[in-house]
């Protein structure tokens, strides 16, 4: 082989060589992409499940049974008005008392667990009488629903009490699924184990949150023994 040949061919061979690192460099770079935005929208995805696990008071995203769903609406079944799911899931309480005449709205902090009931919502024909939103409850109010339903933890309920007390009007019901109120005395109850639900009175529990903040008015006005 002579000089001139010897040069072509190492030319030619690192030619070759330069471009299969390109290659590889390209699919290493569309590899790295991939996996990239992978974990991009696993994270989109899981982040608002995993997050309300990171605040003070968790409210875990957990389906309303076929039971529970029954219980609530035959305990307000002789109830209208407007009606609110505190912690609304997928959305289900929500549609089933839309389907029953209500006007039915839901709290969720989970956008996409709001996304999927407003879908569901529209694919059932009940767009028109529910409505989502993406909210904490802690700071949305509550004045304008005259029924609530509630699957609370127990470390909730007890500030959730005095919320409710304090925002909602004397007409109102409230129903607890799953755990009770931890003062308020239940004016009746449905369902048992973890299908319980407890119906609440408004006007029986803002009566007793004016009769205690009344007595602790008085005890702060007297004047110490002597």
Not at 201 to 215: C, E, I, V
Request: aromatic share 8%; charged share 20%.
């Amino acid at each position: 082989m002579s000089q001139h040949e010897l040069v072509l061919d190492t030319g030619q061979g690192s030619g070759a060589v330069s471009e299969g690192r390109r290659r590889r460099s390209r699919l290493g770079l569309v590899v790295t992409g991939v996996v990239g935005g992978s974990l991009v929208a696993l994270y989109a995805v899981a982040a608002p499940f995993v997050a309300p696990a990171l605040r003070r008071v968790c409210l875990p995203f957990v389906p309303a049974t076929t039971a529970q769903v029954e219980n609530v609406l035959r305990v307000l079944r002789t109830r209208t008005g407007t009606l609110v799911d505190i912690g609304s899931g997928d959305g289900r309480i929500v549609i089933a008392a839309a389907k029953c005449g209500f006007q039915a709205s839901g709290l969720e902090l989970n956008p996409w667990l709001v996304w999927y009931s407003r879908y569901k919502a529209w694919t059932d024909g009940v767009h028109r009488s529910t409505s989502f939103h993406i909210s904490d409850l802690w700071k949305a109010s509550f004045a304008q629903y005259s029924n609530v339903v509630i699957f609370g933890v127990p470390q909730m309920m007890d500030q959730l009490e005095d919320k409710l007390a304090n925002e909602l009007p004397s007409s109102a019901k409230v129903v607890a699924c799953r755990f009770p109120f931890p003062t308020w005395v239940p004016e009746s109850t449905e369902g048992e184990g973890i299908d319980t639900v407890w119906v609440y009175d408004a006007k029986t529990f803002r009566s007793d949150l004016h009769r205690k903040t009344g007595k602790t008015l008085l005890e702060q006005k007297s004047p110490p023994h002597s």
